[in-house]
């Protein structure tokens, strides 16, 4: 069994480890997490320290890979950019907990996660670093790009195509053969019923525009809009 270490030690970080656990794929060394006490116990396993101990780290516990656990669309993608320099070779995993339902042809790329009760149904294609929450829905034929992402109980009809960094908030739902851009953020609760452009806010039933969003503009709740001062983030849920 790989021994590997986790991105951060949230809320999210901690479904994650639950995710891990009951997979049994992989053996847990501990969290990586910048706001967080090196060696504080976070669900039975110390913090490690920061991203930038990750070489050292590696060598001493024999790490053969990991998980970005940041729920964060925008916040993951950078965080794995950080983690590419800092260690060029980094591996990472995917994740799915053994209550999800994977169709038949259905794929999914590296450093994906796919939580409890969620159903990707045939012939779906999910990039790297996707996200899929408790209990949502990825229908036919769906086409996740990388860093995208579903909240809980998102529900979607087949042929989505879902563009980079964008994401369905909590319980929304998207009819059949619908394209959503890059960057675009739908609210939760909306129902989608015709395709969506990029770099929007977009809400309601049906979900209408509701602003133009820049990138990596906060969208959950309790992320502060610091996008420019990347090294000073906390780890999102």
Same mark, same amino acid.
């Given at each position: ?13 901690? $479904? ?34 920061? /991203? ?48 999800? /339902? ?10 994906? $996660? ?5 159903? $990707? ?16 829905? @990825? ?53 989608? $019923? ?6 929007? @806010? ?14 990596? /503009? ?20």
């Amino acid at each position: 069994m790989q021994n590997i270490i986790i991105f951060g030690a949230s809320g999210h970080g901690s $479904v994650v480890l639950d995710c891990i656990e009951k997979e049994g794929k992989y053996k847990v060394i501990g969290f990586i997490d910048s706001f967080k006490k090196k060696g504080a116990i976070i669900n039975g396993y110390p913090i490690l320290g920061t /991203e930038f101990d990750l070489p050292f780290l590696i060598d001493k516990y024999n790490i053969r890979g990991g998980i970005v656990a940041i729920g964060d669309n925008w916040i993951r993608s950078s965080m794995v950019d950080r983690i590419n320099k800092i260690s060029p070779n980094f591996s990472y995993v995917s994740v799915v907990h053994p209550s999800a /339902e994977v169709g038949k042809g259905a794929q999914y790329g590296v450093g994906t $996660v796919i939580m409890p009760g969620v159903i $990707v149904n045939a012939n779906s294609v999910i990039g790297n670093f996707c996200l899929l929450n408790t209990n949502s829905s @990825l229908g036919h034929d769906g086409f996740m790009q990388d860093f995208s992402s579903l909240a809980p109980k998102t529900c979607t009809g087949g042929n989505l195509i879902l563009g980079k960094y964008s994401a369905l908030c909590l319980g929304a739902n998207v009819i059949d053969s619908i394209t959503i851009g890059e960057h675009t953020v739908v609210g939760a609760g909306s129902l989608v $019923v015709g395709n969506l452009e990029s770099n929007i @806010l977009a809400f309601g039933s049906p979900a209408k525009k509701i602003k133009v969003r820049n990138i990596g /503009e906060p969208y959950m709740s309790g992320r502060k809009n610091k996008l420019d001062v990347i090294p000073l983030y906390k780890w999102e849920q």
